[in-house]
């Protein structure tokens, strides 16, 4: 008896055979073994992207790539949301002994072995992550990062059964549901969206039977999609920044300037003392939170210095730079993802961790340069006041 985790769809000419997995169940990996020996497809579409795909199969290749490099060659957010995505899955595979995304590995050896034509069928992930950071409103991004963070600290066991389980769909949809209710914005660019670009893919692939290896969550958005059609180009396609943000932050920088050359035409001491107060605070701000972050001492001389920079312009962050500083020294390897669950269990992982303390370097210094700004911003609207009345 052929399992429930299978679905069999006809379209037009082809035989699509849906295998919805856990991603990490020892017995998904089993079932995809099982069934592209048995029915010998033209093609195995899995769902995995180009950069993911490479990832997975060339793991030395990526452990021993430069940080520094990552962030030039543009892929530091890539690696840090498939660290996110994989993190849950690592507890779970280290709880059952195998590895994460088997099932995947086994689709692609299955593929090799029968002759079947692999098919990358998933949408790049930095694309995926620029649309969801996007697409949510700011509360929604808020929850978000704290549902990461939560998700690293959740030591929360589950049996195999429980595992199997999740992929039953009444299950399925009602998780959708919170997750849309939750986020509005994730759930569709997470799932909504690549159930569209998953079944564009393999409807098309080569032959006309194909198999395809899906996370379970994906089975039930494709079979309401697969006889519509769709763009996919512009499902790749990373919508614009928001102008929003930029006006707001360079009105407070005009404003600030502003105050300043008031009170200065008025009082050129308080005009001063305006400026030198904002200047110390918010370079202030910076070189504390760096030094709390345990940052290079250059590191720390870096954040201060262009602290006020970019305090004035929206476009800039102090962080950016006191992270590549950081990055620089430290020079830490992408093997220092690999140790991240691990070290996240205690505070003193979490300053040791090259790759945390390169983002707690860029965290802390940005919000050491906020608070300052804030309070110099302050401070200089006080003096304003009293100047004119």
């Keep these: 008896m052929e399992s429930s985790n299978v679905t069999r769809i006809n379209y037009k000419d ?33 769902e ?13 290749e990526w452990s021993e790539t430069n940080f520094i490099e990552v962030i030039k060659a543009g892929k530091a957010g890539f ?10 899955q690592e507890k779970l595979a280290e709880q059952f002994h195998i ?24 949408r790049d992930i930095q694309v995926t992550f620029n649309r969801v950071w996007r697409g949510c409103s700011f509360w929604e991004k808020c929850k978000l990062v704290a549902t990461i963070i939560m998700s690293f600290l959740d030591n929360e066991e589950i ?9 039953g769909e009444d299950m399925l949809n009602a998780a959708l549901s919170e997750l849309g209710n939750a986020f509005a914005g994730v759930k569709r660019y997470l799932v909504d969206e690549r159930d569209t670009y998953l079944c564009e893919k393999i409807k098309n692939a080569p032959g006309s039977k194909v198999v395809a290896i899906l ?28 102008k929003a943000g930029k006006i707001v932050g360079w009105s407070v920088t005009v404003l600030l300037i502003v105050l300043v050359a008031l009170t200065f035409t008025v009082s050129p001491v308080s005009g001063l003392a305006q400026a030198k107060n904002w200047l110390i605070l918010t370079m202030a701000g910076a070189g504390i939170g760096a030094i709390l972050s345990l940052a290079h001492p250059l590191t720390i001389l870096c954040s201060i210095v262009m602290a006020p920079i970019s305090a004035l312009s929206p476009v800039l962050a102090v962080g950016w730079f006191a992270g590549l500083s ?12 690999e140790q991240l669950s691990g070290d996240l269990k205690s505070v003193k992982g979490i300053w040791k961790n090259k790759i945390t303390k390169v983002l707690l370097v860029v965290l802390l210094t940005n919000l050491g340069c906020a608070i300052g700004n804030i309070a110099g911003g302050i401070g200089a609207i006080t003096i304003f006041l009293n100047t004119y009345f």
Excluded: W
């Excluded at 055979?17 to 995809?32: F, K």
């Excluded at 494709?222 to 990373?238: C, F, P, Q, R």
């Design 215 to 242: 996370g379970a969550a994906h089975i039930p958005g494709i079979l309401s999609k697969i006889n519509e059609d769709h763009d996919v180009a512009e499902l790749e396609s990373v919508p614009p920044k928001g």
């Design 326 to 337: 950081e990055a620089h020294f430290r020079q830490p390897k992408v093997t220092d993802f």
């Design 79 to 88: 690696m840090f949301v498939n660290i996110i995505l994989a993190n849950y």
């Design 99 to 122: 590895h994460p995304g088997q099932e995947m590995l086994q689709g692609i050896a299955s593929a090799q072995e029968t002759g079947a034509e692999l098919v990358l069928a998933d």
């Design 159 to 167: 049996s195999e059964e429980e595992l199997e389980e999740l992929k």
């Design 48 to 60: 995995l992207d180009k950069n993911r795909y490479h990832a997975m199969t060339e793991k030395q």
């Design 14 to 46: 082809k035989e699509i055979i849906l295998i919805g997995t856990a991603h990490v169940s020892p017995r998904s990996a089993e079932e995809v073994r099982t069934i592209i020996d048995d029915e010998k497809p033209d093609s195995v579409c899995i």
